[in-house]
């Protein structure tokens, strides 16, 4: 997949999907499936440096795109000029960057200045553009708020719904955290459970602090793990951060970019009156996640 800017012209015909794409939702994946049906590469926007987290990191959803078929990014950081660019020469710079041959978009895509411009506007400098409605589930609207919404409410499962479609890859679809393992403490192997530290970007949406339950991918493969994000007050640490132990692993993963899916929540986080007692938590919490594997 080919990162793009403004100032870098991309002369192949195209299929240009617009949106701000944080990430991918399941009503994301239908512009996608229809830029794909007209035959030509598909160029994907994605808006960087808004206000608020994102639901996914930039590099996150560059595994996220790629996986899904898209042969070009556009990456359009929210600067202040972007923010008062009129939508008509918003779309001027767009098109003279781009050799687009239709255009694909959600009914409430909006942009430029005070988000005035709207999917008419488009087809006064595109003479094909596919205007796709909303897409529901359950009687649900699906949306990126929507989904921001699940995740701080610490609903993975309704998040993972929005975001899978059906008989969909779990790994190339569901949310998760992506971050290079970084040196700790290194206390957890002390007491026998030896976890990778992860270094996250501050933009980062994450669900409640606590000790969840999921899987996580390495370059040796996938693995059961337990996640714990936020403090680790037995030990007196109030950084929040995210440690994951895996199941099954052994071998240093120092260096590595690694991808934590937490599926289900398991406790909220607890001070232990010592290491022992929360070796044995964790035992606890290592049967439980086995049990809910099977």
Avoid at 2 to 26: M, S, W
Avoid at 83 to 107: I, W
Avoid at 128 to 137: K, P, T
Wanted: hydrophobic share 40%; net charge negative.
């Amino acid at each position: 997949m080919l990162n793009l800017t403004l100032n870098e012209p991309y002369k192949e015909p195209c299929a240009l999907v617009l949106g701000g794409f944080d990430g991918l939702h399941i009503g994301h994946r239908v512009l996608l499936q229809g830029a794909a049906s007209a035959g030509l590469p598909v160029v994907l926007t994605a808006m960087t440096g808004g206000k608020g987290k994102s639901l996914f990191t930039l590099p996150e959803r560059e595994f996220l795109f790629e996986r899904a078929g898209v042969s070009a990014l556009l990456e359009l950081p929210f600067t202040e000029r972007l923010r008062m660019t009129p939508p008509e020469m918003f779309l001027q710079e767009l098109f003279s960057a781009l050799n687009v041959r239709v255009v694909f978009c959600g009914e409430d895509f909006r942009f430029g200045k005070d988000a005035s411009g709207t999917p008419d506007l488009l087809k006064q400098f595109v003479p094909c553009v596919r205007v796709l409605g909303l897409v529901e589930r359950d009687g649900r609207k699906i949306s990126a708020s929507a989904c921001k919404n699940c995740l701080q409410a610490g609903d993975l499962i309704g998040l993972n719904a929005l975001l899978l479609p059906k008989d969909a890859d779990f790994y190339g679809c569901a949310y998760f955290v992506q971050g290079r393992v970084e040196h700790g403490r290194e206390v957890g192997r002390t007491y026998g459970f030896p976890t990778a530290n992860l270094a996250v970007p501050p933009e980062k949406l994450l669900p409640p602090d606590g000790v969840y339950g999921g899987m996580c991918t390495v370059p040796a493969g996938n693995y059961p793990c337990i996640v714990n994000i936020g403090a680790r007050p037995t030990f007196g640490v109030e950084e929040r951060k995210i440690e994951a132990y895996l199941d099954g692993f052994s071998g240093n993963l120092y260096g590595e970019t690694v991808r934590i899916y937490p599926t289900e929540f398991l406790r909220g986080i607890e001070t232990f009156p010592s290491a022992e007692a929360l070796r044995a938590q964790l035992a606890e919490d290592i049967v439980n996640l086995r049990e809910n594997k099977r």
